[in-house]
């Protein structure tokens, strides 16, 4: 690649911050901010044909959000199963394959049939992969995938000798997809949570002041616009 080719990111990965500070300037309740966001969920999945971006993962509901109060988890967890009943056909008309990482582990029953159904339902799309991120932490998925290849190893089935980069991220929970070219943060926050720590080696960083229920297609494409003139080395020297 040359430093004047502009290209197109073909995985987006987005922090979807401000939904809480969203409503609250507006004098309503939290949950409020976060049904605001399911709208823009819905524009920014639907226009990433329109800037070539083929991946695009979305953080939904991390490791740490558990210790928000019992009100707003139960009110987010509702959220995502309407979320599912409401969008699935939607989604599987428009030619978004579905899927999920994160540990299901700690999520109710019905939601995580919602999740397999959906992602079972699209999996035969391929015009955007849209995977949402719930119940998830980087330094979770590592410890997750370092413990199977561990028992792997404990069953003979590799040898430590085979653990290498490429080993570890056939363990990861995103094994099936390409590592991000970008990753947005919305709301002002210049922190990466936890998010894809170990997918993001080499992704750009993007952070834009505007709260999640705000940020919209044009603010999306204005980004991955800018994207197309960045210079990505991946540690190495261009001439
Ligand atoms: C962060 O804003 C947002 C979340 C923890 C929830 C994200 C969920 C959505 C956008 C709902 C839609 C998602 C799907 C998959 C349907 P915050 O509450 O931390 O905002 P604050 O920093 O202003 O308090």
Not at 44 to 60: N, R
Not at 80 to 98: N, P, Q, T
Request: net charge negative; aromatic share 10%.
């Amino acid at each position: 690649m040359t430093k004047m080719e502009k290209i197109e990111p073909n995985h987006v990965a987005i922090i979807m911050d401000g939904n809480g500070r969203w409503a609250q300037q507006r004098g309503k309740p939290r949950l409020f901010g976060h049904h605001a966001g399911v709208k823009r969920v819905r524009e920014i999945v639907e226009c990433c044909p329109d800037y070539g971006v083929k991946y695009l993962t979305i953080f939904a509901f991390s490791t740490e959000n558990w210790k928000r109060t019992q009100a707003e988890v139960a009110g987010l967890m509702r959220l995502f199963r309407r979320y599912i009943e409401r969008e699935a056909r939607a989604l599987l008309e428009d030619g978004v394959r579905v899927r999920f990482i994160g540990d299901r582990i700690k999520l109710d029953e019905k939601l995580v049939a919602l999740m397999d159904n959906l992602e079972l339902l699209t999996a035969g799309n391929d015009k955007v992969h849209l995977t949402i991120a719930l119940n998830y932490g980087g330094r979770d998925e590592v410890t997750r995938a370092a413990k199977r290849l561990a028992y792997e190893v404990e069953q003979g089935r590799l040898s430590h000798n085979d653990v290498d980069a490429e080993t570890l991220s056939g363990f990861l929970d995103t094994h099936v997809l390409p590592d991000p070219d970008l990753v947005i943060r919305t709301s002002g926050e210049a922190r990466i949570s936890n998010f894809l720590l170990w997918q993001s080696a080499y992704a750009e960083y993007e952070f834009t002041p505007i709260l999640w229920p705000d940020f919209c297609a044009d603010d999306f494409g204005e980004i991955v616009s800018s994207y197309g003139s960045r210079e990505r080395r991946f540690g190495a020297v261009i001439a």
